[in-house]
């Protein structure tokens, strides 16, 4: 969605990702969590990996779990 072309172009232009980079980061985070929340994880503490992954707000990562729904 336009919210994840949003994250992308965050990491592309403040972080000097490729496009294929952003995205391969970005798909690497939600098979990981998608994974362990499968498995009973907490999205609170992916909350917190977020932020601290990507440096960003966590109004970003509520963008993702909605996406994931």
Known sequence: GREMKEIINILISR????????????TDFCEAMESDLGSGGSP??????FVSEFGLEPDYFETIIFAMC
Do not use: P, S, V
């Open 15 to 26: 972080d000097g990702l490729t496009i294929e980079e952003a995205k391969q980061q970005l």
């Open 44 to 49: 609170w503490e992916w909350e917190d990996r």
